[in-house]
C-alpha cells in the first residue's frame, strides 16, 4: 500500500507550474529555502555526498544542494511537479535524478543507500509519517545524516501556521495544512527513535510578518528542522 494522499498529490499538482516564481505560493519556500540549506551545510560536508531530496516537488531545495557539489537524487509522488524540477534543471544545468516514486517505493527498488536525505516539509502531507521516517532511515548510509522538518501540533502553531499563514496573512493557499496532520517533535523523535536514529540537533524557524523575514533560533513551538545521524553500527 502506497504512502500518499491522493488530495494532497492533486493539491501540489495544480500549482507546480508555479513553484519557481518567488512571487507564487511558494513564496515561503523560496524565502526559508537558503536558512534550510546553510542549516544542513553547516553540519554535513556537501561535496560528492550521495543526497536524496524526499518529496523535492519543483526541486528548488534539489538545486542548492547541488550548486554546493552534492550528487542529488530527488523523488516526489507529485509528476507535474517532478516535470517543472526536470525542465529547471535541464535550463541551469544541474545534473540531478530526478523520479517519480516515493521512498517506500524505492527502498522495495533495493536502491543503494544514502550519505545525506533530506525531508523538508513533507512529512505531514503524508497519511503515515512514521512509515515515512522508517523508509528514510533504512535508506540511510550507516554514520548518514538526515534532515526532517515539519510543523509542530498546537494551539500555538494552528494560530500561527493554519489561521495567521493561510487566511490573515495569504502566505500560503488555504488548506495547505490540516492540524490535525502536523507533527509534535516529541512525536518525530519516537519514531527516529524507532528507526534507530539519533538525534544530533534541532532548532525552529521563525516568522516575523512585519519584516517579511525568516530566521532559525531556539523554539520548536511551530515550525522546526532536526538532524539526526545513523549510528555506524546498531
Known amino acids: 500500500m502506497q504512502n500518499i494522499d491522493p488530495g494532497e498529490i492533486a ?14 505560493e511558494f513564496a515561503p519556500l523560496h524565502q526559508i529555502n537558503p ?20 518529496g523535492c516537488g519543483g526541486g528548488i531545495l534539489s538545486e542548492s544542494l547541488w550548486s554546493q557539489g552534492a550528487d ?19 535550463g541551469n544545468g544541474a545534473q540531478i535524478d530526478y523520479r517519480h516514486t516515493t521512498i517506500e517505493a524505492l527502498q522495495e527498488q533495493h536502491e543503494p543507500p544514502f550519505d545525506l536525505i533530506c525531508c523538508l516539509e513533507m512529512l505531514e502531507h503524508v497519511p503515515e509519517p512514521a512509515r515515512t521516517v522508517r523508509a528514510c532511515a533504512q535508506m540511510l ?3 548518514g545524516n538526515i534532515f526532517f522538518s515539519t510543523i509542530n501540533r498546537n494551539p500555538k502553531s494552528f494560530l500561527f501556521a493554519i489561521v495567521g499563514a493561510e487566511y490573515l496573512l495569504s502566505l500560503l493557499p488555504r488548506g495547505t495544512h490540516h492540524y490535525e496532520k502536523l507533527i509534535r517533535p516529541s512525536e518525530l523523535d519516537l519514531w527516529a527513535r ?3 536514529l539519533n538525534l544530533d540537533a534541532i532548532t525552529g524557524m521563525h516568522y516575523n510578518p512585519i519584516t ?21 553500527t546498531s
Not at 12 to 21: C, V
Not at 72 to 90: E, K, S
Open 11 to 24: 493539491k501540489f499538482e495544480s500549482l507546480a507550474s508555479r513553484w519557481w516564481d518567488p512571487d507564487s
Open 35 to 54: 536558512l534550510r540549506l546553510n542549516y544542513i551545510a553547516e553540519r554535513v560536508e556537501l561535496g560528492g555526498t550521495r543526497t536524496l531530496d524526499v
Open 194 to 196: 524507532e528507526a534507530s
Open 141 to 143: 548510509t550507516p554514520g
Open 72 to 90: 542529488v537524487t530527488g523523488i516526489d509522488a507529485g509528476a507535474a511537479p517532478i516535470g517543472v524540477a526536470r525542465l529547471h534543471a535541464r
Open 212 to 232: 517579511n523575514h525568516y530566521r532559525l533560533g531556539p523554539g520548536v513551538d511551530v515550525n522546526y528542522i532536526a538532524h539526526y545521524r545513523k549510528p555506524l
